[in-house]
């Protein structure tokens, strides 16, 4: 509420949330300080709460480029170097006064780090949205202008706040400085008693008269939700709101009912008429005000229709109009969003069941990262519904979602199987490097499959299975018989054919390959994978299957892994989920060493820098973070911190390393976790190499690598 006695916590960012903003529909964005310049807020918080087998919040990093355009080399930054690492601000351009590519998608966005403003394009995508480098509105190479907010004015030029200082970031603490009052480090350079305000305004404007808004002129108000400003629209609703004009109900509705669009195929009079009408509290008390609300459901602009499931009360009535108006399959995924973050507030009834086994076998819901999810927390809110839907279509569902020891199992290895549905990849090369989304950071169980033709004579012949290498282990068969079976990322695998086993024709190779500790698969040099055969070798370098058995983490959505809504929700709520935490329990209990470690807030350092365990051991780390900016922990094999560190430094700078948690896929990153935000934590486990000796970790965050690491000591067995 505007007076603040009442507050809903709607979502949580990477880091501080420097920035928000509003397009001209209401679709919310952020910025960050740390790397995520451009955000869109999507699902509440309170969704996603408790919410098992999803990790995911309801902001989700948007932008889509690394480097800002700085037109000096003098500027100072801690992390994310040449990076947002202090974006502020996040206003749409949404008046009218600038050319027509700007409205509603120019996002203004502050880098004060840089000295610049820079232009962020906001396209839709799905039920989402994407951005793109629109490079800069304002650049300076005075190393003291440092843009921290920028907003369109009434008169629709972009009026930006410049701090206008030489002394920007607060910490880490330079040696020899000391902390003040807000943990700043005291520096006598900051300036604290001036700043700059600068107008930026387009030459071919048409002339803006200006508005003098009157609360007692009523029909002054009115006229202005139609402006071509959203800074006047909504101040005329605010205004609205606060007279508590009730009378005038009837003209509100009025605009609620036309019809008409924009040149943006938007329609600001009806919409912020609904808002207008929610704000005074009719459309909860009013019959009359409501049944135009539920007419509005099927309103031609996309945005309206929007607005009208947003404003309904989430009631009995309300699910049936909804349901009749279409909406949750509505043709504008951003509508369809919102209807489905509508459905999860409703009462459970019946009809819900069925609505959304409907939508979660509907091809647009899976595919789009936004709607799949919003379909997913309705089933688990509506689990009971949904669960008796899922039955009725299948009475035997259920039962067959159960695994026990009993159920026939998929033999990978068989050569009979059909493998023509697995994905086509490259050997040896590390899974995620090439374009097979689903194995982009995905730690796990996956198959690989190849089949190679031999004559008479070459099947007689004395034969080794050169595999290269394989991270972290494998269980080999061929044509059905295992042959060998290997742990440790680094070794090399050369296993012995059983005479007899090879056959003339069709021979098939199949690898079960596990890994749980970042990169994974077949992967060395390709010289090294091919079958010795006699005194030849048949290479097998190239073209291989390959399919996922067992997720056990992954940096893409479970729904681009294979997973549907039901079948994640089953794995999750139905009759298998209490087995699952069962086994979990019992591979706690396996834990040899356990250890917890803690960030140091604002010093991007690990309080433990020095941990000891056994080698061969199986380790448990739980990684806290309590600072104010994302970090995660990854654990190296011996002497590659640098390496490591480089790589991921390099890796930054792609579009989607966040996503992957910054993480790039190496074989020297052996175990470790996700992107861990503030106030939260990850725990992982992992089986430490046989070799005693110093395996560094590190957060792999852009720029922390140098200061945030410490050392995990292997020692010998005692005799």
Not at 270 to 279: D, E, S, V
Not at 300 to 328: C, S, Y
Not at 638 to 664: I, S
Request: proline share 5%.
């Amino acid at each position: 509420k505007p007076d603040g006695s009442k507050l809903e916590y709607l979502s949580k960012s990477s880091n501080n949330t420097w920035g928000l903003g509003f397009s001209e529909t209401f679709d919310v964005f952020i910025s960050t300080a740390n790397n995520t310049h451009s955000g869109y807020f999507g699902i509440p918080n309170s969704h996603l709460e408790n919410a098992k087998g999803l990790t995911f919040s309801g902001i989700q990093k948007i932008d889509g480029h690394y480097h800002f355009h700085p037109i000096t080399e003098n500027f100072r930054q801690v992390d994310v170097f040449g990076g947002f690492t202090a974006a502020a601000g996040h206003a749409l351009y949404t008046a009218r006064a600038f050319p027509k590519e700007y409205w509603n998608t120019a996002a203004l966005v502050c880098e004060p780090t840089g000295h610049l403003l820079h232009h962020a394009i906001i396209e839709k995508d799905g039920a989402g949205f994407a951005e793109k480098d629109g490079w800069n509105m304002l650049a300076s190479h005075d190393e003291w202008v440092s843009p921290v907010c920028a907003e369109v004015g009434p008169d629709g030029a972009v009026w930006i706040a410049d701090w206008y200082n030489f002394i920007i970031q607060h910490n880490p603490t330079p040696e020899g400085f000391d902390n003040g009052e807000g943990n700043a480090h005291i520096n006598p350079l900051r300036d604290k008693q001036h700043g700059r305000i600068y107008r930026v305004s387009y030459r071919n404007a048409p002339k803006v008269e200006p508005i003098k808004l009157d609360k007692n002129n009523q029909g002054q108000l009115l006229a202005t939700l139609d402006a071509d400003n959203l800074f006047w629209r909504l101040h005329a609703q605010r205004l609205l709101v606060e007279s508590n004009a009730a009378d005038l109900r009837d003209p509100l509705l009025a605009l609620v009912s036309d019809e008409s669009e924009d040149a943006l195929g938007l329609n600001p009079k009806a919409l912020h008429a609904i808002w207008t009408l929610h704000g005074l509290g009719l459309i909860e008390s009013d019959s009359i005000v409501r049944e135009k609300i539920y007419v509005a459901l099927q309103h031609p602009v996309a945005g309206v229709r929007k607005a009208a499931i947003q404003a309904l009360p989430p009631d009995g009535r309300t699910m049936v109009e909804l349901a009749h108006a279409n909406v949750f399959f509505d043709r504008d995924m951003h509508t369809r969003l919102a209807a489905l973050n509508q459905l999860y507030e409703l009462p459970t009834n019946q009809d819900l069941g069925e609505i959304i086994v409907d939508l979660s076998d509907d091809p647009e819901v899976k595919e789009d990262l936004w709607l799949s999810r919003a379909t997913y927390l309705a089933a688990i809110k509506h689990q009971d519904v949904f669960i008796a839907a899922l039955v009725r279509d299948d009475p035997t569902l259920l039962d067959r979602s159960v695994h026990d020891e009993n159920q026939e199992k998929i033999d990978f290895s068989d050569p009979a199987l059909d493998v023509s549905a697995w994905y086509d990849t490259e050997a040896p090369a590390w899974w995620g490097n090439d374009d097979l989304e689903a194995f982009t950071g995905f730690d796990g169980i996956a198959w690989y499959r190849r089949s190679i033709q031999l004559s008479s004579a070459q099947a007689s012949q004395q034969s080794q299975l050169h595999l290269a290498k394989v991270a972290d282990s494998d269980v080999t068969y061929l044509n059905g018989k295992r042959i060998g079976a290997a742990k440790g990322w680094d070794k090399e695998r050369i296993y012995r054919i059983p005479r007899g086993l090879l056959k003339e024709g069709k021979n098939v190779i199949a690898v079960q390959v596990s890994d749980t500790g970042g990169g994974g698969g077949i992967w060395g040099d390709p010289e090294e994978l091919y079958l010795q055969n006699g005194d030849k070798q048949v290479a097998l370098a190239g073209p291989w299957k390959i399919t996922i058995e067992k997720v056990v983490t992954s940096a893409v959505s479970p729904f681009q892994t294979g997973e549907t809504v039901q079948s994640l929700f089953l794995k999750n709520y139905g009759p298998q989920a209490r087995k699952q935490a069962a086994a979990m329990e019992k591979e706690r209990a396996l834990v040899d060493h356990s250890f917890t470690i803690r960030t140091v807030r604002d010093q991007m350092q690990y309080d433990l820098t020095r941990i000891e365990a056994t080698a061969g051991s199986t380790i448990e780390i739980v990684f806290i973070n309590d600072d104010a900016m994302q970090h995660n922990m990854l654990v190296l094999a011996p002497g590659t911190l640098h390496e490591v560190g480089e790589a991921a430094e390099a890796f930054a700078k792609t579009p989607n390393a966040a996503e992957h948690g910054y993480r790039p896929v190496m074989p020297e990153i052996l175990a470790g976790t996700p992107l861990v935000n503030p106030g939260e934590s990850h725990t992982f486990r992992f089986k430490a190499g046989d070799r005693p000796g110093e395996y560094p970790f590190v957060c792999t965050f852009p720029g922390h690598y140098l200061t945030m690491n410490g050392v995990l000591v292997l020692r010998g067995e005692v005799e």
